[in-house]
């Protein structure tokens, strides 16, 4: 039967292909590698964090390490991990279409993120780059290593996400099969559109942030250097003007995944659609306003700080009313539990603990005893990977049938989420106590009566790196060797169950009719 | 769904007076720009300069670039772009000028 | 010189060499190009808006220092380019208005007067960056001005040089956009029926405009 994966052969015909669905494989796999290069670094923190003293790194190299994590983690995986994969393969699927707007320019986007990737781990690892993933000024302007060539591939991986961006609003605009209004979207949909909407907006000031840091420490220009009249506090208002919305592009497709994973799961139709569409969007909006939570300390004014606070924590209302949603499409449902539904309640649990954290830290007068320190560490990792890492793999597991037309085996896929889980509540929730207590974070050492604690989250970190480990394995074995899967396997009413499994080069046999909406189960199939 | 006829009949097609109208325009604004910076306007005159340029991309956006005529999506994008410009002005000089 | 060719495709042979097959129909694949574009410059313009949101944080900081750069810089320079860039953003308008009315020929020399303009507009710029060159005036930890030796002047001459340079390679991009739409239009690919490409390249050459006339003012006229 030919589909999308054997209609064509031979290594070019992937390399040069349009169609958005091998698009999307080629990112899985950049992504995927991304994840293990970025967890290896994690584990390489956690074991030197063992013991209080220097036990087999340096705090030059432990900067370094710490630099390599953030940049591979946020700017390989955790930004591009779910639109440029699940995005790319099922958005063209779930408005009816056979492609993207513009198919070129989305191997365009694959081949940006693979060319600004390597520059910039060249540059990292050759160029001894210590920065923080945060390329703060002045040090980021003065320092010997290569940072003016890490932030280049950095900029270029940025083009990649602002190509898929207006691919994808083009997409949802034109692209609609007959029929098909706003109002009946899946709100996956919703969620990517929102977050096309940030890439485009916010990923040029970052690029502008860094390309300014690059001719700062390559020429001198001096725009940050106090030295010659800057204000290095104006790179971190351009810095987090687009790293505070990047953290929205982050987690918004993991609710989208959510959506569609609660309704399939529990059988039911969203108890509101409109909540959490609209909900999408306001949380892209306001997530504009706020960046300047992460500049309390910095020395900016009392006027600002005090804005950004109040700013922030309206976020917080449009995340509630998507939790308050799931949680009440859950009742009365006809639930199965699964290991995407598994991950699901991981999700709630983690990614309400840590937005209510960021609540806290939003308290500006609360953030100065907790900024920069292990607090803040919790409270992001919590979100990103209690939420986004835990979604990701749950739209690996849940979508897996449809891309590749096998079926995972479900008792490994539920041991490696319970890894995931609970490794990962060892791994981080000691790192509220830590920081509350006063641990700095980026420090190679700390005092001694922090041990056990450091120890307690290295060996959760373990486990959750094992919990990856076993359900990627898992995946990769089931899609060589899994029971061939039947069209849809879960009884979704989502329209990309419609096509074929796998689907054809251009998804659907025929141009897809819309006739019901995606979640409408309590109608008969 | 599309913004002009789909038959681009060149009898359909207006004439192209409102280009060299916006020409016009923009030339005048450009003089008068241009002249006002001869006079001391103080506090004020960046602003008219700047209200002005302002006015004048105005021009080239609804009549060069057509925006007039295009749809609701469009202008939205155009809008709503102009506003985040402005989000960021706005966030930094409230740093900047209240320390 | 000859005449471009005007190509007499009819509707199906064009509809057959564009159409994609996503798009239903030729009229849905065009607006999604210009719309597309729209949606990029917007990216553009954000890119733009970190530096304009610095220009204004250092003018805050630096008030009298930017009012005498401003004065010192080339306003007879500055504004010729202000009218070249605006007339030639009426010339590529006129010229898509000239393919609309199936008078190929008269939109190509509109659009070699897009190019002749933006080619002007370089060659001013070059020659006002060599006068702040003689000058001593350089980006960054390079200025040298005598004249005006403080941070506030150099800052002020550091953001001048970034964003027009910045402007001019954008400039260039543009320019190297209308050489291939000219050409387009020579041999007759772009035309009465479709010039979708002509209009989606016009976009950007009117955002470079755009941001010229944004730049102008900050930086020769609000002294």
């Known amino acids: 039967m030919k589909n999308y994966l054997n209609a064509t052969h031979g290594l070019r015909s992937w390399l040069l292909t349009k169609d958005h669905k091998r698009i999307a494989v080629m990112f899985l796999i950049a992504v995927l590698i991304s994840l293990m290069l970025g967890g290896v670094f994690a584990m390489v923190l956690r074991l030197e964090l063992l013991t209080p003293g220097e036990s087999f790194l340096d705090a030059q190299t432990y900067n370094q390490m710490f630099t390599h994590h953030g940049v591979v983690m946020t700017f390989l995986f955790m930004i591009p991990g779910i639109p440029t994969v699940f995005g790319n393969f099922f958005l063209p699927m779930m408005v009816g279409a056979p492609d993207v707007a513009f198919p070129r320019l989305n191997l365009l986007s694959f081949y940006l993120l693979v060319v600004g990737a390597i520059i910039m781990l060249v540059a990292l690892w050759f160029g001894g780059v210590d920065t923080g993933w945060t390329f703060y000024t002045p040090y980021s302007t003065s320092s010997e290593s290569s940072v003016a060539l890490a932030v280049f591939g950095v900029f270029i991986v940025g083009f990649s996400s602002i190509v898929t961006g207006v691919n994808f609003i083009v997409t949802v605009h034109t692209l609609r099969a007959k029929n098909l209004g706003w109002l009946k979207l899946p709100l996956f949909v919703w969620a990517i559109y929102a977050t096309a909407i940030i890439q485009v907006l916010a990923t040029p000031v970052l690029g502008m942030s860094l390309l300014l840091v690059a001719v700062d420490h390559a020429w001198g220009f001096g725009i940050f250097d106090p030295a010659l009249g800057g204000d290095p506090i104006l790179f971190q208002h351009l810095f987090w003007f687009y790293s505070h919305p990047a953290v929205y592009i982050m987690i918004l497709p993991a609710m989208g995944v959510v959506s569609e994973i609660v309704c399939t799961f529990s059988h039911n139709r969203p108890a509101s659609y409109v909540l959490i569409a609209i909900s999408s969007l306001g949380i892209a909006f306001i997530g504009f306003l706020t960046w300047g939570h992460h500049m309390f300390v910095s020395g900016m004014s009392v006027f600002d700080a005090g804005a950004f606070g109040i700013l922030s924590m309206f976020v917080g209302i449009f995340s509630a009313i998507k939790v308050f949603t799931w949680t009440a499409t859950l009742r009365r449902g006809r639930i199965r539990f699964t290991a995407p539904l598994l991950y699901f309640f991981g999700f709630m649990f983690l990614f309400v603990f840590g937005g209510m954290t960021g609540i806290a830290v939003a308290t500006s007068s609360l953030d100065v005893h907790w900024h920069d320190t292990y607090f803040i560490v919790a409270h992001f990792h919590f979100i990103m990977v209690g939420g986004t890492l835990t979604m990701f793999l749950a739209a690996c597991h849940y979508w897996f049938p449809k891309m590749f037309g096998r079926m995972y085996h479900e008792g490994w896929a539920l041991v490696g989420a319970i890894g995931v889980i609970f490794g990962f509540i060892f791994a981080f929730t000691p790192q509220f106590l830590l920081g509350n207590w006063g641990m700095p974070r980026r420090y190679a050492t700390y005092p001694d009566q922090f041990q056990w604690l450091n120890v307690t989250s290295t060996a959760g970190a373990t486990i959750l790196g094992l919990g990856v480990l076993v359900s990627v394995v898992t995946l990769v074995y089931a899609a060589f060797r899994g029971p061939v899967a039947p069209r849809n396997p879960w009884g979704s009413r989502g329209y990309e169950w419609l096509a074929p499994t796998p689907p054809p080069v251009h998804n659907f046999d025929a141009p897809l009719e819309i006739k019901r909406g995606p979640y409408d189960y309590h109608q008969p199939e | ?99 | 010189m000859s005449a471009p060719a005007t190509q007499h495709e009819t509707a199906d042979e064009t509809t057959v060499r564009r159409l994609g097959v996503q798009f239903s129909d030729l009229a849905k694949q065009d607006h999604a190009a210009r719309f597309g574009m729209w949606v990029f410059l917007a990216s553009e313009l954000l890119l733009f808006a970190g530096l304009f949101a610095l220009y204004v944080a250092y003018r805050i900081k630096y008030p009298q220092e930017f009012a005498d750069g401003v004065h010192h810089n080339a306003l007879a320079l500055g504004t010729t380019n202000t009218f070249v860039l605006i007339i030639s953003s009426f010339t590529i308008a006129y010229a898509i208005h000239m393919l609309r009315k199936d008078r190929p020929r008269v939109a190509f020399w509109l659009l070699i007067t897009t190019i002749a303009l933006g080619a002007l507009f370089l060659v001013f710029k070059g020659i006002e960056y060599s006068g702040h060159f003689a000058h001593g005036i350089f980006p960054g930890q390079l200025y040298a001005f005598a004249e005006m030796p403080t941070d506030g002047a150099r800052m002020f001459f550091t953001l001048y040089f970034f964003m027009t340079g910045l402007h001019a390679i954008h400039m260039i991009v543009g320019l190297g956009i209308v050489i291939w739409l000219a050409m387009r239009v020579w041999k007759g690919l772009a035309n009465a029926r479709y010039h979708t490409e002509v209009e989606v390249g016009a976009l950007y050459w009117h955002l470079v405009d755009g941001i010229w006339i944004f730049l102008w003012p900050l930086f020769y006229l609000t002294g």
């Open chain 2, 1 to 99: 769904m599309h913004e002009r006829e789909a038959d681009d009949d060149p009898r359909h097609v207006g004439s192209g007076l409102k280009y060299v109208a916006a020409l016009v325009a923009l030339l005048l604004l450009t003089i008068l720009t241009f002249g006002l910076h001869f006079v001391h306007l103080g506090v004020a005159g960046p602003v008219v300069a700047l209200v002005i340029a302002g006015t004048k991309v105005a021009i080239v956006a609804l009549i060069f670039m057509e925006l007039r005529e295009s749809l609701a999506a469009t202008r939205m994008v155009a809008i709503v772009t102009v506003a985040f410009v402005a989000l960021l002005c706005f966030g930094i000089v409230g740093d900047i000028a209240w320390r």
